[in-house]
């Protein structure tokens, strides 16, 4: 399992290229991905089974992907957005329509995932990482057996807690909490979840995404928000760290693989999603991120710690508690005002 602290994983800034290889007589794979998502060692596996150099670029979200990639970024064979930010690049013309003979190693897709999506989604990418966000605590301060947003609320915790600075991922906790979808277009639903985060947002020490980890690893902070393979990473050097999907649920993420309609290496693109579908791969990989690969052939390969971690949220009726976060279009407009309104609330 790869380290919390002093780990040998790509550490990039967005617009930072890292390349595994120095000759120039080699096609290079061009990717762009978010930091951590590649186990290092595979990745020089695959450049030396293909004879070929792997290119990364990195992004901290998918809105600085996106804004990137409409001012002419680009250059890319194989990009990993999110299953809402998939849409957006499709239905702008961005992606090539995936070939699925192609990848005969997806015949392992998990099939509770499968049935989480829309086929159009399939067509134009294949689900690489299966995420989301829940609640992690400090077991040695905290007693939580019934892990819920309230906690978020509850002022003895004040100043020591963190919520995902994410618009879907905080607001979607506001309305699970109130009992919505965390897709809803109800301007009424989504003001009272807005009050709701506001309320909140006085009682934590901030919206964030990466330090979180190491503030609940070194106790700054009691509660937060994160992601299941953010904190497994943490749990699997702390034992007193826990987490769980809270009681309202909670919204689902699917990153995919997904090809770029301009990309240069489509052959090389396909071998590389073919080869994180092998399940020995993907279980090796799984190890190194912690997060979750829709691939059901490598779930019995991952290490015991991993395994034991994963099933409670792959049970049928957990994920039923859940949604997956879908583009909602112009509707996203009055999610851009409330997370404003929600910033610049004092």
């Known amino acids: 399992m790869k380290k919390l602290l002093g780990t040998l994983a790509i550490v990039l800034v967005a617009a930072t290229c890292l390349f595994w290889s120095c000759s120039t007589s080699k096609q290079t794979l061009h990717i762009y991905t978010f930091a951590d998502f590649f186990n290092l060692d595979l990745l020089e596996q695959f450049e030396k089974k293909y004879n070929c150099r792997i290119a990364i670029d990195t992004f901290d979200s998918n809105e ?3 804004a990137k990639l409409r001012l002419g970024g680009g250059g890319y064979d194989l990009i990993t957005p999110t299953n809402n930010f998939l849409e957006v690049l499709n239905s702008q013309g961005m992606l090539q329509k995936i070939d699925h003979a192609r990848i005969p190693n997806a015949i392992n897709l998990d099939e509770n995932v499968f049935h989480l999506l829309d086929k159009s989604t399939l067509d134009y990418g294949l ?5 989301f966000s829940g609640i992690a605590w400090r077991t040695d301060k905290i007693s939580c057996d019934n892990p819920s947003y309230a906690i978020f609320g509850d002022e003895q915790y004040r100043g020591r807690m963190v919520l995902l600075n994410d618009l879907r991922e ?3 906790a ?13 301007p009424k639903e989504l003001e009272e979840a807005k009050m709701q985060l506001i309320a909140w947002k006085n009682n934590i020490a901030k919206f964030e995404n990466e330090q979180y980890k190491n503030g ?9 928000q994160g992601y299941n393979g953010d904190i497994l990473q943490v749990i699997g050097e702390n034992e007193h760290v826990a ?4 009681k309202e649920g909670t919204g689902i993420s699917i990153d995919f693989f997904v090809i ?11 071998e590389f999603i073919n080869y994180f579908y092998d399940p020995v791969i993907s279980a090796k990989n799984m190890n190194f991120t912690c ?3 829709p691939n059901r052939a490598a779930y019995a390969l991952v290490d015991d710690f991993l395994k034991s971690q994963i099933a409670p949220f792959l049970d049928e009726q957990t994920l039923k508690k859940s949604e997956l976060v879908k583009d909602l279009g112009s509707n996203m407009e009055l999610y851009y005002k409330a997370w404003e309104e929600v910033k610049t609330a004092t």
């Open 64 to 66: 600085s992907m996106y």
């Open 127 to 131: 689900p690489y990482v299966f995420a």
């Open 170 to 172: 905080a607001l979607g």
């Open 174 to 186: 506001a309305l699970r909490y109130k009992g919505y979808s965390v897709n809803t277009t109800d």
């Open 216 to 224: 609940i690893a070194n106790g700054e902070y009691l509660v937060v």
């Open 243 to 246: 987490f769980a999907m809270p």
């Open 260 to 270: 770029p309609k301009e990309a240069k290496h489509v052959d090389l693109a396909y």
């Open 291 to 293: 997060f979750l690969s």
